[in-house]
Each structure stands twice: as structure tokens, then as C-alpha cells.
């Protein structure tokens, strides 16, 4: 029960882009068209899906102030947390090598529409700030790391299919003044789904 | 591109977050007040300078398939440092900014400068193309910022400048300016001034 809370607070209240603001770069870029931006939501979700309980396992049993006591007793008062920026990102780097290989061979197309980005969501703060959270936060167990993943990745998703959606239709049927057209406007559309966001605020389940 | 051009062209014809694009998620984050906007483009401004100094001293030795995490390995290094480093001496600032020292990792500004510029070029106009992109990523922080803070909280830098008296007659500071959603609008607007003034970068 806390844990399909969490992974509903994980979509709406904490979404990754309206509430954080994480994983933007990406989310501006290639939020142009519906498709791609699905194809790119789905791979941010699937990596959040399986780093987050890995580095989960690695903060817990590695790397945290005396982490390593389960090996033996003299390692209880080691405290290996400085190296957790540098374990994670490592863990997310070869993650996302481990994608792009699998997606390469089994949907050439999404392979082709994604381009530059696929390689660049080991660079996306999405999911190093997705890991960083869950280092701040102590969650009880590997399967709270999965939903809280799981649901950062679903919300991210949700976000930028919705914004790809909007921009779609401003780009065919709006008149916007030349100085806001493309970025400017994404972002005001953005900051405005934001604060339709916020109305989540407080929901339980 | 002479060095002059390389370190001032990122400053406003090519700026990293308006311009670029790069780098959001900090500017929107870290932006509520001023001081740890300024702590953090100081953090930004080293350790672009120096992963681009370290990776263009190295760019002939590594491997073009594994130039990601070489690049990436570095810039966690100096992150540590930073973050350690501020967690010593700027304890306050380091729990206001939370987990977005250690997000300078993911920074795009920085994977997009060491690709496109520290990968093919010498150390030193590297340097100096670091610190141009850091100052300019500095430039639009503190500007969202100083209004995020003036206009949310009615001071700067933790003193209060907007005078009694006008509380008293009835102002009000805008709660508004402090939800995150805001930090995006301010930034829309910095875009919109900046590109009615450069016509060559608006979109068709």
C-alpha cells in the first residue's frame, strides 16, 4: 500500500519535470513531435525502472557509513559515501550503453528518431537526480526503489508526451511573436502545466 | 575563432542556457535566492574550466567509443571535490543546495562544451572557453535570481531591501515568484528580451 502511495506521489506530486525541473535539457530538445517524445519517455522510464534499485543495493550494502559491516565486523566504522556521486553515475553510464545496444537491435526505428539523445540520458539529470533522491530520502527496500523509479520514469513521460502534444498544435494553428517561438514558449507552457501540477498537492491514496 | 571571440561569444550571442539550452534544470532549481544561485555558478564555473583543461590535455588518447565516460568520470572527480569542498567551509549553502552540486555532474553545459569544443581543441583556449560558457551560465543564474528573490521575498542576499514602509501601504511580496514554476517564465522572458534584440536567433 505505502508502495503504490509512493509510486502515485512519485507521478503527480513529485513529478520529475514539474516539480523538479530535472531532465530538461532532453525534455526541450526532443519534445517537438509526439512520437519521439514517447520513444525517449520510455527509455528515461526503463532506466529509472533499473538503476534506481541497483544503486539502491550499492548505497545500502557498499557504500553508506558502515555499509560494509555485513562483511566483517572491522569494516563497520568505514564510511564510503564521498565515492556515491562517482559509483552512480558509473552504474548509469554503462546502463545506458546496455540500452542503447538492445534498442539499436530491436527498434532500429525509435534507434534512428532518437539519435544524439539515447547516448546523452546517461547525462540526463532525470535519472543521477533520481538516484541522488533516494539517497537523501532512505527508502526501506529494494521494491520501494523500483516504484519510486518506476514512477518518476512514468511521470517524466507523462510530462513530456503532454508538452510534445501541446507544442504540436501551437507550431501548426498559433501566431506566436518571433521572439518567444520554440524554446520561449515551451518553457511558459511548461511553467503552466506546473502549476496545474500543484493541484496534486496533498492527494493520498 | 580567436580566443577574445571564444571566451566573450558566450556571454550573450551564444550563451549556454538561452541560447544553448543547456543546463536548465540548475537555473530553475537553484534560483529561489540569490546566494546559492551565486555559490553554485562559482562551483559551475570550475569545474567547467577545469574538465575542459583536463579532457583537452588527454582528448588524443581516449578512445572515441568510451569518450562518454571518460568525460564523465572526470567531471564526477572535480564534483566530488567541489561538493566536498563546500560541504566544509559553506555548510548552510551546501544543505540549501542539496542534491544540485552533485547534479553539476549531468550538467549538459558540460558534457555539450567537452564534446563540441575541449575535444578539439588546445588546453588553453579550452580554458578560457570554460570560463567564458561558466560566466555566461553565471550571468542568467544571478539574473533569475536577484528577481526570484527581490520580487518573492522582498530582499537580496538575506537583508531586506523593499522598505517598511511599503508593506504598510498595503504590498505584498509575491508568493508566486518562489514555486518553481516561476523560475521557468523568468527565464522565458530573459529569452524573449534577449531575442527581440537578436533578431538572427529567433525561430521561423
Given at each position: 500500500m505505502d508502495n503504490l502511495n509512493l509510486f502515485i506521489r512519485s507521478i503527480f506530486i513529485d513529478n520529475m519535470i514539474f516539480a523538479y525541473f530535472l531532465g530538461m535539457c532532453s525534455f526541450i530538445a526532443v519534445s517537438k513531435n509526439v512520437k519521439t517524445a514517447f520513444g525517449l519517455g520510455i527509455a528515461v522510464t526503463f532506466m529509472l525502472t533499473i538503476t534506481l534499485p541497483i544503486n539502491y543495493l550499492l548505497e545500502t550494502y557498499v557504500l553508506r557509513s558502515g555499509a560494509l559491516a555485513w562483511l566483517s565486523p572491522e569494516f563497520a566504522d568505514v564510511d564510503l559515501s564521498f565515492l556515491s556521486l562517482i559509483v552512480f553515475i558509473a552504474v548509469i553510464a554503462s546502463m545506458t550503453q546496455l540500452v542503447e545496444m538492445v534498442v539499436e537491435k530491436y527498434a532500429p526505428a525509435l534507434y534512428s528518431s532518437l539519435g544524439i539523445f539515447l547516448p546523452l540520458i546517461a547525462v540526463n539529470c532525470a535519472i543521477l537526480g533520481g538516484s541522488l533522491f533516494m539517497q537523501q530520502r532512505d527508502f526501506g527496500s529494494v521494491w520501494t526503489a523500483v516504484c519510486a523509479g518506476g514512477g518518476w520514469g512514468v511521470g517524466w513521460l507523462l510530462a513530456i508526451t503532454a508538452v510534445a502534444a501541446v507544442r504540436e498544435r501551437i507550431a501548426q494553428y498559433s501566431n506566436i511573436p518571433g521572439p518567444l517561438r520554440g524554446v520561449g514558449i515551451t518553457f511558459i507552457i511548461t511553467a503552466l502545466m506546473g502549476i496545474a501540477f500543484m493541484s496534486f498537492l496533498g492527494i493520498k491514496i | 575563432m580567436s580566443n577574445k571571440s571564444v571566451f566573450f561569444?558566450?556571454?550573450?550571442?551564444?550563451?549556454?542556457?538561452?541560447?544553448?539550452?543547456?543546463?536548465?534544470c540548475s537555473v530553475l532549481a537553484v534560483t529561489v535566492k540569490l546566494e546559492p544561485a551565486i555559490v553554485m555558478s562559482l562551483s559551475v564555473i570550475a569545474v567547467l574550466a577545469f574538465s575542459n583543461v583536463i579532457i583537452s590535455l588527454i582528448r588524443n588518447t581516449i578512445?572515441?567509443?568510451i569518450r562518454i565516460i571518460v568525460q564523465l568520470v572526470v567531471v564526477a572527480g572535480l564534483v566530488v571535490i567541489v561538493s566536498q569542498l563546500l560541504e566544509a567551509y559553506a555548510y548552510d549553502v551546501s544543505k540549501q543546495l542539496s542534491v544540485f552540486i552533485g547534479l553539476i555532474i549531468t550538467n549538459c553545459i558540460l558534457m555539450g562544451r567537452l564534446e563540441a569544443f575541449a575535444m578539439a581543441n588546445k588546453p588553453w583556449p579550452s580554458f578560457l572557453d570554460g570560463v567564458g560558457n561558466g560566466i555566461g551560465y553565471a550571468i542568467i543564474l544571478v539574473i533569475v535570481g536577484f528577481f526570484r528573490e527581490l520580487l518573492g521575498s522582498g530582499t537580496l542576499l538575506g537583508y531586506q531591501v523593499v522598505p517598511d514602509c511599503f508593506y504598510e501601504a498595503g504590498y505584498v511580496n509575491n508568493g508566486l515568484m518562489i514555486l518553481p514554476p516561476m523560475a521557468l517564465v523568468t527565464v522565458a522572458c530573459i529569452i524573449w528580451v534577449h531575442r527581440s534584440f537578436n533578431r538572427d536567433l529567433q525561430e521561423k
Open positions: - | 561569444n558566450p556571454f550573450s550571442k551564444n550563451n549556454p542556457v538561452i541560447v544553448q539550452i543547456l543546463g536548465i578512445p572515441t567509443n
